[in-house]
């Protein structure tokens, strides 16, 4: 897909939040991480989880693990899950969701919003599962608190591993944000129940020009509409024909057609992802300019007038 560059006049106070802390977490105080990385072989992707409890109610909108991938080229992709427990094994696939990997981008917390609520109970385990294409370092931390660990083959069976390993995981009960980057409006649900949702794991910095949205939790090799606004005004408004619920969360200024993903972790696509480059110039007079980005994805199984569900948009401020 073509990189926009972006030439506008539209100036909005060069403010933004840092990041809502997580609902529940695990070894983030500190950047030690593994040393090691994972397989790259003719198994295919890789998966490992572990078992979390959190002592509050919460309700997980999306998640982060601390990791990097530098030595895979072309499209790859890391995904995030959220299983329930089965006696001390991953029992019940809950929401998961997926961002891409940037071979330039250093040791970070990265990862993906949810394509479901998902409400845990107060001191009820489950298990967070994380997926990549190999050569990706294990977000887990020697010497941090450790969890029982599961591995996951290819052909979908679960094990325990031997020893129990740090995680270093983050519970978010709200959509992924950052310094200058915010969720804005509710997403609708398709007709599955599954969300539609946008969000990024770049920083909206001027000169950064392979800035990108990711869309995730859409219908597999399904017709999807990016829209792109730049009103910091705009307020969610309903849209006749669409399913109740079903906001147009931005202005609209562009539209880009993209089909979500049909592979998994190892590319060159993933399942219903799929990221939408914004190339930021380096004009210091876009400072505080901002963006929003909306996924619209075609819902076959939908049966009112315009078959399409809705995305929350996510907010950008160059800075």
């Not at 972006?6 to 070894?27: E, H, M, V, W, Y």
């Not at 961002?99 to 970070?108: L, S």
């Not at 993906?112 to 599962?129: F, H, K, R, S, Y």
């Amino acid at each position: 897909m073509r990189t926009l560059f972006i030439a506008f006049t539209l100036l909005l106070p060069a403010t933004g939040a840092a990041q809502t802390p997580p609902c529940f977490s695990l070894n983030d105080t500190n950047t030690t991480v593994s040393t090691a990385v994972t397989s790259y072989g003719f198994a295919g992707e890789n998966c490992r989880a572990w078992q979390v409890t959190s002592p509050n109610t919460i309700v997980v909108q999306s998640l982060q693990v601390y990791t990097r991938n530098t030595a895979l080229t072309g499209d790859r992709f890391m995904i995030l899950e959220l299983w329930s427990d089965a006696a001390g094994m991953p029992g019940t696939l809950l929401g998961k969701g997926a961002w891409r990997i940037v071979n330039a981008r250093p040791f970070a917390w990265q990862g993906a919003n949810l394509d479901q609520l998902v409400v845990i109970p107060a001191n009820t385990p489950v298990w967070v599962a994380w997926v990549d294409p190999g050569f990706s370092t294990p977000p887990e931390e020697t010497g941090g608190v450790t969890m029982p660990r599961a591995n996951r083959t290819a052909a979908g069976v679960w094990s325990l591993a031997v020893a129990q390993t740090a995680p270093k995981v983050r519970l978010f009960c709200t959509l992924l944000d950052d310094l200058y980057s915010v969720p804005f409006g509710t997403a609708c649900p398709q007709s599955t129940g599954r969300f539609s949702t946008v969000f990024t794991n770049e920083q909206p910095t001027l000169g950064n020009a392979g800035f990108f949205f990711e869309t995730s939790g859409n219908p597999s090799g399904g017709p999807v509409f990016v829209v792109i606004g730049f009103d910091p005004l705009w307020i969610s408004l309903p849209v006749a024909g669409l399913p109740l619920g079903c906001m147009q969360n931005t202005d609209i200024v562009a539209t880009l057609f993209v089909f979500a993903g049909t592979g998994n972790s190892r590319g060159p696509t993933c399942a219903g992802y799929q990221s939408v480059p914004i190339g930021i110039p380096a004009d210091p007079g876009l400072t505080g300019q901002l963006i929003a980005a909306q996924a619209v994805p075609y819902d076959a199984g939908a049966t009112t007038p315009l078959p399409f569900a809705t995305s929350n948009a996510q907010r950008i401020i160059l800075y």
